[in-house]
């Protein structure tokens, strides 16, 4: 198993980004596939997931990030819009175990720095 963040960088506050995570060694399709970040200082905050034809949402990126996945190149996405200088961060692809049992594998994460 193997996920690979890309997309991260530096972004001017309102402007947009999208995350990749490219998954190998596994279906994402099978599972529940979720953003996790962590921003300087702080713990890990679950902020989107997606399985089946269910999505989740973390209250501070409700409206504005959005999940997809592209089943055929494996790959999941996370766009971001309307940036704000505290969604600055680190930010992890992860796999869940099974079931929203819990993610069990995750990215090397992609730095995103929101800054005028």
């Known amino acids: 198993v193997q996920l690979v963040e890309s997309g991260g960088g530096l972004a001017q506050p309102g402007a947009s980004l999208r995350l990749s995570c490219a998954a190998s060694?596994?279906?994402?399709?099978?599972?529940?596939m979720g953003w996790v970040r962590q921003a300087p200082g702080e713990g890990l905050e679950w902020i989107s997931a997606v399985g089946g034809s269910f999505q989740y949402y973390a209250e501070s990126v409700k409206g504005r990030f959005t999940i997809s996945r592209d089943d055929a190149n494996n790959t999941v996405y996370l766009h971001m819009r309307r940036l704000q200088p505290w969604d600055t961060g680190v930010y992890y692809c992860a796999k869940d175990r099974s079931n929203w049992s819990g993610f069990h594998y995750w990215g090397q994460g992609t730095q995103v720095t929101v800054s005028s």
């Open positions: 060694g596994f279906a994402a399709s099978s599972y529940v």
